[in-house]
């Protein structure tokens, strides 16, 4: 019996759903760092890495930086320098997406988008209200058209750099060339053996007016409005619609 396949088989049914206990991140968390004492395999050491991940920059927790701090150093000790992702099958493709959803049901199986994704785009209206849309900034110099990064932003992290891989040339606005350096984005969040995360569904963060002022907010496509400084409500002036889905990508190749 092979312990990796019975701890993976024991999350995708703990948010089975059927299943009507509720697990947190921090109890699924516990039996991971278990499992990673005993086997210390490259499955157990990607699962420690999705949940601190998880539970440092999930919009409905607040950001525990020791958990962040945890987090990225696995990901450079043993996802990029030990390159774990080698012993998975399809290393680059998504196995988990981080969800809207409370405890371990905000981990969205990879399968879920697997035939609506086109580059790095998911072409399912339904993925960008079950994901999280984070935000972040174009790392400069943003010159190549494969590799790009973007800062993320975690409310109440000012410690630790997040830096999450995108694919410039893979965006619905082919965000290529250092003309998008310090452009503000919004996208969801893959995670994957081979990078530990990846960012989908990346696009120019938009501003929409506030009508107290000239206060310029950022609004996420999939919200319909957000409260400004000022306390007024904005509506979201680029709502998410259909016509922005990307045209067909000149290269689909990882
Ligand atoms: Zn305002």
């Known amino acids: 019996m092979n312990v990796d396949f019975v701890f993976i088989d024991w999350i995708q049914a703990i948010r089975h759903p059927q299943q009507k206990t509720y697990y947190s991140l921090e109890d699924v968390l516990t039996?991971?760092?278990?499992?990673?004492?005993?086997?210390?395999?490259?499955?157990?050491?990607?699962?420690i890495f999705v949940l601190l991940c998880t539970l440092s920059i999930h919009p409905l927790r607040s950001c525990d930086v020791n958990i962040l701090k945890e987090a990225m150093a696995i990901k450079r000790a043993e996802i990029e320098m030990k390159q774990i992702g080698k012993q998975f099958s399809n290393q680059g493709k998504?196995?988990?997406?981080?969800?809207?959803e409370n405890g371990?049901?905000?981990?969205?199986?990879?399968?879920t988008y697997q035939n609506y994704i086109k580059g790095k785009v998911i072409n399912d209206?339904?993925?960008n209200y079950y994901?999280?849309?984070?935000?972040?900034?174009?790392h400069p110099p943003n010159t190549y058209r494969q590799h790009g990064s973007l800062k993320l932003y975690v409310e109440g992290n000012t410690d630790v750099q997040v830096?999450?891989?995108?694919?410039?040339?893979?965006?619905?606005?082919?965000?290529?060339?250092?003309?998008?350096a310090g452009f503000r984005v919004e996208f969801v969040l893959a995670f994957t053996a081979q990078l530990g995360f990846e960012a989908y569904n990346v696009k120019l963060?938009?501003?929409?007016?506030?009508?107290?002022?000239?206060?310029?907010v950022e609004i996420v496509s999939v919200e319909s409005h957000k409260v400004c400084r000022c306390k007024e409500m904005v509506e979201n002036e680029f709502p998410y619609n259909t016509a922005n889905r990307p045209k067909a990508e000149e290269n689909q190749n990882e």
């Open 31 to 47: 039996n991971v760092r278990f499992w990673h004492q005993k086997m210390c395999s490259p499955y157990s050491i990607f699962y």
């Open 104 to 111: 371990i049901r905000c981990l969205v199986q990879g399968i």
């Open 125 to 127: 209206e339904a993925a």
């Open 131 to 138: 994901l999280v849309v984070l935000t972040g900034t174009i």
């Open 163 to 180: 830096k999450v891989p995108f694919c410039p040339f893979k965006t619905g606005e082919n965000l290529v060339g250092s003309k998008y």
């Open 205 to 216: 963060l938009k501003k929409s007016t506030c009508k107290s002022g000239e206060a310029q």
């Open 94 to 100: 998504p196995r988990e997406w981080l969800g809207k």
